[in-house]
């Protein structure tokens, strides 16, 4: 298969960054940016990254079921994660996360009907001191409250 | 100033480029003292850099506190293998995000960190393990990077010393156990983040099977101006043995949060309520967990202690990665024990078998204790249970899920008790409670 | 030698080779350390924490399966800290084990039965839902129980360590951490069933043997498998006159625990619904069923006739029969029925290696050599196809003491994984090939050669010449197909050789050439079917088979003669390497009776003076008379193998011409594979995955 120039540039520069021998050092940053494009982990990815890798598909998905951030389904276009973990519970992180879930009409690790939003409940992003914290695919929301949760779902609804 | 203010109590070392204009850009770093402790290290013999770094009694600053020095003695240097510098940037202990600061501020600092180990240990390559939640940082080190490189800070022939060293980012993709070096290492290599059987260490056998310092970004970060001011200079700043100044993030049930840089054995009880502006709502303060989520928490009378590495040690707790978590007296601590040890049963490797299925074990029990099924013959179990892991495990991440457990248990007990028999959990409100 | 360390395990001194693991020194004071993820040969995972022990100065316990003795060390492994950790241990392993002992195939011989019966508690305090997981079925041999599983990993590392086929993973994290196949939901494999034998729980179980049987029910009776030449112990698992299952976890045998699909499953042969159970007689142009007084009454009739009036008699003997049935046969063909026209379907050119050797007997290697031999040359034969247990040998031994292994084939090759140079070369470019390698190795200290049909007659010799020519100590193989290919050689077999490869004084009639001759009289086919590839020149030939099935040439015979499979008998087998073991009979079959029997009766009914044609007596009688038999009884009664070393008379004229290697692969046998359900119910069989391979 094959990805965006952008992507196979990155894949090339990747592939230089080991000592000879180690291309399969380049597998995890391989899988994340290829599913950065193609929205997962699908199975003609899992073979073709194998192939540029040097090792079997097993090899490969024993590697994306180990990684939660690696998925074989796709998510929604807006990945919403509410980080639930101690700093952000403490400032109400459970309570945003039952926010958005009712928001949105979905449950952890689910996406709405039109493919719009997904929802995960996840462990602690590094954003403790700026608590509680969503990340929004790769982009962080610190300090949030509710009032801002709502706005930024509102927002992300809107984006064509 | 990103993210927080700053406070006027802290000793900025490592983040006094934060705030400034273009803090990230080369061109700043330069101006303000950047590559000067490389300049010097260049000057020095290998083991008289580390004897520089081990005369700061810098540690490691991702949890564990072994002595960085030490650490970069151990590598063989005239083993006739490849030597590699990996920055451990998979920052994910809960309660902890101040690598992030450092790598989105001033990543130049980290790049000569690195330099400066490479040198010591002749290395040619290093690598900055980034977990994966952390994206934006990948362009920025990248950029800086580029930008080091293009101005011979970086790559071959560096600043015409003929020592040659390239520095390569590398991102993970979600799990807390790559932050354990073995792990991180095998992640590295395209491999689930399963640790090692240690020895051999990193530093003898690490990066691709050879000779690795490993350390964590903060660590590499204090490297510049240790060889800048020199290892004493920095030793000072500190408690003995316990050198320097360390980033503490400061969460939870407080005025101000956020990361701010003290010297070490500054005090807990002044941290609170002098830096983070004290316990919010005017509430009391009821525990800290001091070192991240993996550190045995402390009442609020065992809070008025010198955070460094000895006295926490002492303290039965421990400084951990500097992840400071304040919990007010409406805190429930069956609630903070449970959703704690959801998170290591869910980051478990699942390797061994007393982390793989205690931490399933506890996670279940807890819950049911939370939920109000709890027996009383269920509190001793936790503890059991938790002790049954404690020094068994594979790697650190099973004392890390059993330690807190077992204070909580201990230093909570009637906590526990009052969740007995089916009762509402009497720090929540009625109807209030939500399930972790 | 490095010198030994001391070290004092419960009071105990004990020396130990440098890097000698604590639980291994422990075993020599006959100290059992409990352990199930650390298993002798594979590698280390210090994963299930069994082995905990106290080690003085240590601050906490620690693993004995990873810890290297060192000097003075002091080890404790019965203290109360000790026996704590193993309770915990167990009772933290058995919180999601779904306790469904009862049912499960591995109650009796389970490991994790037997540890929490030893240094287990009586009682759970796990009062938790268990995480429960549907069974899988990975493939038609190999099902998966998830919640049983313990993940030690064992699986994981024969698959990947031990065999070299990377079909089983681990996928997912924490407690529903999972083994996991290499084809999604199934599994693409060599099916070999190693991954369910070493499982210390029920977690792999096998479809062929599921729900069968409790273990303590059946007898288990270790015999030499019935297929290839590699000459591995099986050791069956009989009940009520019915194999239930083959596996060696005794280790015994050459094999160790090696055994690849047809050593463990597919003995099913033998209770395949065409079984030939009664003898039949050709009359109004159909077999039917006769006694067998009448099936051997009219054999003899018509043997003797055409003895009398010097007709021309054809036999042709098996690759699968025993020493003793091979020996007795050519006894009753030279003597018996006085012709020289004997032989077999060759294999390998096994005689044209002897000669070349002249007699050098310790120029031929062992299967114990593979494993331990410093560098090896593998020419024309996919060894992990055909030769599952060498190549498991060689791989073990790369793995083990780094054997530099060196591949001449016409295609990629399993081997390749690991040879330090692999050679794709056409068939009959192979010997130019391996002699472009001498460079590299008369650098090597020693090397053994291993080669496949394709390699025959002055190939053969000019492969010895080779190594003569590298000044280093070389072992030879020549691979042969079935399990008893190399004893029909030896047991001449062959209208040219007597047994021990001694010059035949009248040569009769080749296979091909009984098959093509118009004017033959007689033609007697013991356990072989040549008419499946060819046709019978004479028309009006009187045929007589001996078989389990009816074959192509047993539809064709006008006696059909009922036999017993080498798993209802007694005698002894040759391997490819030369190496004698016994067989032992497993169970009976109603209605057949073994070849050595019929030859037996056969001979009292044409009141042929043969002797006694019992497996004992005959064997005697051929390590008596055939040259590099003599071999110590002994070995052979307890179960071992004991090499043979005959001398090819160097005047026999060798003849290529006749070698047809059958190339089956790991999931084909023959005729008698055929009758396999197990073999051609997995998915690989013809299957994809070992198109092309190689030689």
């Known amino acids: 298969m094959t990805f965006s120039p952008d992507l196979e540039a990155r894949f090339a520069r990747l592939l230089e960054s080991y000592p000879p021998g180690r291309r399969r050092s380049a597998l995890i940053p391989m899988l994340m940016y290829a599913q950065d494009e193609v929205g997962a982990v699908t199975g003609e990815v899992v073979e073709e990254v194998a192939r540029r890798c040097g090792v079997t598909p097993l090899q490969v998905d024993e590697v994306v079921s180990y990684y939660s951030m690696l998925h074989r389904q796709p998510q929604g276009k807006y990945h919403v994660q509410v980080c639930t973990n101690i700093s952000c519970l403490l400032r109400g992180g459970d309570k945003l996360y039952e926010q958005a879930s009712r928001k949105l009409g979905i449950g952890h690790k689910e996406t709405t009907a039109d493919g719009r939003f997904s929802l995960e409940e996840v462990e602690c992003i590094g954003a403790c001191s700026w608590a509680p914290a969503i990340q929004v695919n790769y982009d962080f929301h610190h300090d949030m409250t509710p009032e801002k949760l709502d706005k930024l779902l509102a927002s992300l609804e809107k984006i064509q | ?436 | 030698m490095a010198e030994l360390v001391h070290l004092t395990i419960d009071g105990r001194p004990v020396e130990a080779a440098p890097g000698t693991l604590v639980i291994d020194a422990a075993k020599k004071l006959g100290i059992e350390i409990p352990a199930f993820c650390y298993y002798e040969g594979l590698s280390l995972q210090a994963a299930c924490r069994m082995c905990l022990v106290e080690v003085e100065r240590a601050p906490k316990l620690l693993t004995a399966c990873t810890l290297p003795v060192a000097e003075g060390m002091v080890v404790r492994t019965a203290t109360p800290a000790v026996a704590q950790a193993r309770k915990s241990m167990l009772e933290l392993l058995l919180t999601n084990h779904p306790l469904d002992c009862p049912v499960c195939d591995k109650g009796g011989e389970c490991e994790l039965q037997d540890m929490a019966f030893r240094y287990g508690v009586g009682e759970s305090r796990f009062a938790e839902t268990k995480v429960h997981v549907p069974e899988k079925q990975f493939s038609p041999v190999v099902f998966f129980d998830a919640p049983r599983c313990i993940l030690c990993y064992r699986c994981v590392r024969i698959c990947n360590e031990g065999l070299g086929v990377n079909a089983l993973g681990v996928v997912n994290r924490g407690a529903v951490s999972e083994i996991a196949p290499n084809r999604g939901d199934h599994l693409e494999c060599d099916e070999c069933g190693a991954c369910i034998d070493i499982c210390p729980v029920g977690a792999l179980t096998s479809g062929i043997y599921r729900y069968h049987a409790r273990p303590w029910e059946m007898e288990h009776v270790g015999t030499i498998c019935t297929f290839c030449s590699n000459g591995c112990k099986t050791t069956l698992g009989v009940r009520g006159n019915r194999i239930l299952r083959g596996n060696n976890r005794d280790r015994s045998g050459v094999n160790g625990e090696f055994l690849c699909i047809k050593g463990r499953y597919a003995f099913d042969f033998l209770h395949h619904p065409e079984r030939l159970q009664s003898p039949l007689v050709r009359s109004g142009g159909e077999l039917r069923p006769v006694s067998w007084v009448q099936a051997l009454g009219a054999v003899a009739e018509r043997f003797l006739e055409a003895r009398a009036r010097g007709g021309r008699i054809g036999v042709v003997g098996s690759n699968r029969t025993t020493n003793e049935e091979n020996y007795f046969l050519q006894k009753f063909a030279r003597q018996g029925l006085g012709t020289g026209s004997i032989d077999h379907r060759r294999t390998g050119d096994v005689p044209a290696l002897l000669s070349a050797l002249a007699g050098r007997g310790d120029a031929l290697a062992t299967v114990a050599d593979l494993y331990t031999t410093k560098a090896a040359l593998v020419v024309a034969s996919d060894l992990a196809q055909q030769h599952p247990l060498f190549a498991f040998q060689l791989r073990a031994n790369w793995r083990h003491h780094h054997a530099r292994v060196y591949t001449v084939t016409r295609g990629p090759v399993r081997e390749d994984q690991y040879s330090v140079q692999a050679l794709r070369v056409p068939p009959g470019g192979e010997l130019e090939a391996v002699e472009s390698l001498a460079p590299a190795l008369r650098k090597e200290p020693e090397l053994v050669i291993l080669f496949g049909g394709g390699i025959r007659g002055a190939a053969v010799q000019r492969l010895v010449a080779f190594g003569d020519s590298l000044g280093i100590p070389v072992k030879y193989v020549c691979l042969v197909d079935y399990s008893n290919s190399r004893g029909a050689f030896d047991m001449g077999l062959a209208p040219e050789l007597l047994p021990g490869y001694q010059p035949a004084p009248n040569p009769g009639l080749t296979l091909a050439e009984m098959l093509a001759a118009p004017d033959l009289d007689v033609l007697w086919v013991v356990g072989a079917n040549p008419l499946r590839e060819a046709s019978l020149a004479a028309e009006k030939a009187f045929v007589v088979v001996q078989d389990l099935f009816l074959t192509e040439t047993a539809a064709r015979a006008d006696v059909v003669l009922p036999a017993a499979s080498a798993y209802e008998k007694a005698g002894t087998v040759t391997n490819t390497c030369g190496e004698v073991q016994r067989l032992r009979p497993a169970l009976k079959v109603m209605g057949v009776k073994s070849d050595l029997e019929i030859f037996g009766l056969l001979a009292r009914a044409m009141r042929l003076e043969l002797g006694g044609a019992r497996p004992e007596p005959v064997f005697e009688e051929i390590r008596a008379n055939v040259p590099g038999y003599g071999v110590p009884a002994a070995v052979l009664a307890t179960g071992g193998a004991a090499q043979t070393c005959p001398a090819a008379a160097p005047e026999i004229p060798p003849r290529p011409d006749l070698v047809r290697p059958a190339s089956d692969t790991l999931f084909t046998s023959g005729t008698l594979g055929r009758y396999s359900k197990v073999l051609s119910s997995v998915l690989e069989f013809p299957g994809e995955l070992y198109k092309g391979a190689g030689e």
């Not at chain 2, 900055?128 to 022939?157: C, K, P, T, V």
């Not at chain 2, 799990?175 to 020895?199: D, M, N, Q």
Request: aromatic share 8%; glycine share 12%; proline share 6%.
């Open chain 2, 1 to 436: 100033m990103p993210y927080n203010d700053p406070s006027p109590l802290e000793v900025r070392i490592l983040t006094r480029r934060f705030g400034l204009p273009d803090s990230a850009s080369l061109d700043t770093y330069l101006a303000h003292d950047g590559f000067q402790g490389f300049e010097r290290a260049l000057k020095l013999k290998p083991e008289e850099i580390i004897e520089e770094v081990k005369l700061s009694h810098l540690r490691g600053r991702g949890g564990a506190g072994f002595p960085a020095g030490l650490k970069w003695s151990f590598v063989p240097r005239s083993s006739p293998k490849p030597k590699y510098i990996v920055a451990n940037a998979d920052e994910s202990e809960p309660g902890t995000c101040k690598d992030r600061l450092l790598m989105e501020y001033d990543p130049h600092q980290l790049l000569e960190g690195m330099l400066i180990a490479a040198l010591a240990v002749d290395a040619h390559a290093g690598y900055i393990y980034i977990r994966g939640e952390y994206r934006y940082l990948i362009e920025i080190l990248d950029r800086a990077i580029e930008e080091a490189r293009a101005r011979g800070y970086l790559g071959r022939n560096i600043l015409g010393s003929g020592f040659d060293f390239e520095v390569y980012t590398h991102t993970g993709a979600g799990a807390y156990e790559c932050g354990e070096e073995s792990a991180l290492l095998e992640s590295l290599e395209g491999k689930r983040g399963v640790p090692r059987i240690r020895p051999p260490f990193p530093a003898v056998a690490g990066a691709f099977g050879c000779p690795t310092v490993l350390n964590n970004v903060e660590t590499f970060c204090a490297v510049p101006y240790i060889l800048r001011e020199g290892g004493a200079a920095f030793a000072a700043l500190g408690t003995p043995k316990n050198g320097g100044t360390r980033l503490f993030c400061l969460s939870g049930h407080v005025n101000r949060p956020g990361v701010y840089e003290l010297p070490m054995g500054f005090n807990l009880l002044r941290m609170i309520h002098e830096v983070g502006g004290g316990v919010w709502k005017g509430k009391k303060l009821k525990a800290v967990i001091p070192g991240g989520s993996s550190c045995p928490v402390l009442k609020a009378g065992e809070c008025d202690l010198p955070m460094d590495y000895d006295s926490l040690a002492r303290a039965g707790s421990m400084l951990g990665s500097g992840g400071v978590v304040v919990m007010d007296e409406d805190t429930c601590m069956v609630k903070v024990a449970l959703r704690i040890m959801r998170f290591y049963a869910h980051e478990s490797c699942g390797w061994c078998i007393p982390c793989r299925e205690g931490t399933m074990w506890l996670r279940k029990l807890l819950q049911r204790f939370h939920d109000g099924g709890g027996t009383r013959a269920d509190i001793g179990l936790i503890g059991d249970v938790a002790k049954s892991m404690l020094g068994r495990t594979f790697c650190p991440l099973g004392d890390a899920a059993a330690m807190p457990t077992i204070s909580f248990v201990e230093k909570f007990r009637e906590e526990f008790e009052a969740h007995l028999d089916g009762r509402p959990c009497p720090c929540e409100r009625a109807g209030e409670a939500v399930a972790v």
